[in-house]
């Protein structure tokens, strides 16, 4: 809960117009999307649908960040999948929330 709350204050300093829902949203889903199993995303989608009725999921701007990573993976030899860069991305997600990685 401290880290979503925490992910929440850094949205809306980042983002002080947006709605709360919205924020709240993406919030829970940087957080814990992350730490999911590939079967366990359905039933939490699922939740997250329940819980937010039609606010629409909130859309992250990676571009600046991903043409970086790309560059990076062609200089080191690596083929930059889209779910690598997913992971990727998750990765900085969780180290914005939280002190630690496991």
């Not at 401290?2 to 993406?26: D, F, M, W, Y």
């Not at 829970?28 to 649908?49: A, R, T, Y």
């Amino acid at each position: 809960v401290k880290s979503t709350i925490e992910a929440c204050g850094q949205l809306k300093r980042i983002h002080p117009n947006q709605e709360e829902a919205k924020i709240v949203l993406q919030a829970l889903l940087d957080v814990n999307v992350p730490k999911f199993l590939n079967d366990d995303l359905p039933l939490f989608e699922n939740i997250i649908s329940d819980l937010f009725p039609g606010v629409a999921r909130p859309e992250s701007d990676h571009g600046a960040l991903i043409e970086e990573l790309k560059n990076e993976c062609r200089m080191m030899n690596i083929v930059p999948t889209e779910w690598f860069m997913m992971k990727v991305i998750q990765l900085l997600d969780t180290i914005g929330v939280r002190h630690g990685l496991m």
